[in-house]
C-alpha cells in the first residue's frame, strides 16, 4: 500500500509553481526530503518486527507527515 495514492500530480504543481523562485529551491528540497522520509519510515515500519522498533516507525512517519504538511503550507503562501 503507498502512503501517496493520489500520484505526484499535487506535489508537481508545487515544484513548477516554486521553481520561478530561487529562494524556494531550499523549501523544494525540504518537500522532497520530508517525502522521501514518510515514505523511508512506512517501508521500515513494514519490514520491523520487534515491538519497539514499530513504535519508533509509527513516531517517526508521523513526525515527517507533520513535517510535510507544514511544508506544503509554506509553499502554498508563497
Do not use: H
Not at 518486527?49 to 510535510?68: F, M, T, V
Amino acid at each position: 500500500m503507498k502512503l501517496f495514492q493520489r500520484g505526484k500530480g499535487a506535489e508537481e504543481n508545487v515544484y513548477k509553481r516554486l521553481s520561478f523562485d530561487p529562494d524556494s529551491n531550499t523549501l523544494v528540497e525540504e518537500i522532497a526530503q520530508a517525502r522521501q522520509e514518510i515514505e523511508d519510515a512506512y517501508e521500515n515500519f513494514q519490514n520491523a518486527s520487534d515491538p519497539d522498533l514499530i513504535d519508533c516507525y509509527i513516531y517517526k512517519g508521523n513526525a515527517a507527515w507533520k513535517r510535510y504538511r507544514f511544508l506544503l503550507r509554506q509553499a502554498k503562501m508563497i
